[in-house]
């Protein structure tokens, strides 16, 4: 099916840094999402965006991040600064459409911040 | 409080045999999708449903929006169906597109 890339899938730094996840979505697709998953818990919604705009974002989703798809290219997910409960596993999905659109997920990016 | 619940939170089956997998909504869901999460962590999309039925292989899942509910059947478990299985519902009210997720349900085959 399709497949949407993350790199990188495994990611430790320092309290402090800074962090760019970043997401390939399916090729065809127009709304693109990150999720977060700490160790065992439940997958929990930070934000979607879509025509070069973040629609919604959640409460998780904290001033420090950011997320941009520059020109088509890769989809980012920034931390800055990063904060030891940032360490998850981030997930990004792609969707066609929204509304009526299976959304496709990538097989997430592991943050560690000691 | 929960808006998808699924139940049981964990099971363990004897290869062989079937099981069913249930998720309750307390959000008026218009789509619903399953994955499993393998031991490895990927999420595999098994369904994407509208309110009906849809089967796949061993796989079947079934989505009521009017009694907020959707079911998946494992038939003939195999061991490479171990792992955690999450439902997962667009609703209305809410911005489309986003997903809330349940909190999964851990499944073991054993041989």
């Known amino acids: 099916g399709p497949k949407v890339l993350q790199i990188p899938s495994h990611q430790i730094i320092d309290m402090g840094q800074m962090v760019t996840l970043n997401c390939d979505p399916v090729s065809n697709h127009l709304y693109f999402y990150w999720y977060k998953q700490i160790l065992g818990q439940q997958m929990e919604f930070l934000v979607n965006?879509?025509?070069?705009?973040?629609?919604?974002k959640s409460k998780l989703f904290k001033d420090q991040f950011s997320v941009e798809r520059p020109d088509g290219s890769y989809f980012t997910l920034k931390i800055q600064p990063t904060a030891l409960e940032d360490s998850a596993v981030y997930f990004c999905?792609?969707?066609?459409?929204?509304?009526?659109?299976?959304?496709?997920f990538g097989e997430g990016s592991k943050l560690t911040v000691l | 409080g929960d808006k998808v619940k699924q139940s049981p939170s964990a099971l363990s089956l004897q290869e062989g045999t079937n099981s069913a997998l249930r998720c309750n909504f307390s959000i008026a869901a218009t789509t619903v999708q399953w994955f499993l999460q393998n031991p490895r962590g990927s999420l595999i999309n098994l369904f994407y449903l509208v309110p009906g039925t849809k089967e796949n292989g061993r796989l079947k899942s079934a989505f009521d929006s009017k009694e907020s509910y959707s079911t998946l059947h494992i038939r003939d478990a195999q061991l490479e169906d171990s792992g955690t299985y999450f439902c997962a519902a667009e609703a209305r009210n809410y911005n489309q597109g986003k997903l809330i997720f349940g909190q999964g349900t851990k499944l073991s085959i054993k041989p």
């Open positions: 999905a792609s969707s066609l459409r929204q509304g009526t659109g299976q959304l496709y």
């Open positions: 965006f879509y025509n070069g705009k973040v629609m919604e």
